[in-house]
């Protein structure tokens, strides 16, 4: 396997394979890379650069002169022009979903446009989630993750941050993905993350589907 990939503008550097060369190899093969986005760094530089992705834990980051940015993402490591990282992106624009009766919208979360439909028939297209009606706690909200985030699951309250680590979300798409909470800011709902145990319907409880996709 390749030790650099490229993919949608950016090196990804396995970091596996980094550990598997030797200091000089590995510092020429991450040179080569760098000189590639237009950055020739010293020893210093280098050095810095290889014990960043040889040791740090995923979604870190760190900034190398040049304007190259390094963010770990698991068994990669990022490289971009820090500029691209920092490009711009649209405001999140959340969604309130106000009762259980049936609906549509749409919702912004970190440069993503999402439509969500829900009701008592809604027909499931996307990733879908079931919710108890008399328990959700209306009106709904479909937002971006915001620090501090919990979700109450069967082995109590964790944090958001540790769930997208264990299901090895890389750090760009977290903030990509919609959160649903109820009134009193509680998370619900994070497709293909987590499901509170409470949003669940029992038998005959009334219930809607709440369904989101793509826009």
Known sequence: AEAVRERDGALLLVRDRF??????????????????LGAVPGRTGTRLALEFISRAPSGRELRLRGGVCVTTEFGTA???????????????????IP???????????????????WGPATHASGQAVRIAVERAGFPLTL???APGDRVRTR???RPLKKLFGEARVPLRERRR???????????????GVASAPECA???????ITLSISDA
Do not use: I, K
């Open 143 to 145: 937002r971006g993750w």
């Open 155 to 157: 082995a109590g309250r």
């Open 19 to 36: 550990a598997a060369y030797d200091r000089p190899l590995a510092a020429r093969v991450l040179r080569a890379a760098l000189r590639r």
């Open 201 to 207: 319907p029992g038998p005959g409880e009334r219930a």
């Open 177 to 191: 993905l919609p959160v649903l909470a109820d009134a009193a800011g509680a998370v619900l709902w994070v497709p």
């Open 99 to 117: 009762a259980a009766e049936a609906g549509q919208g749409t919702l912004c979360v970190g440069g993503r446009a999402l439509r969500a439909c």
């Open 78 to 96: 990022r490289v971009e022009r820090a500029a691209r990282a920092e490009a711009e992106t649209p405001p999140d624009r959340p969604l309130s």
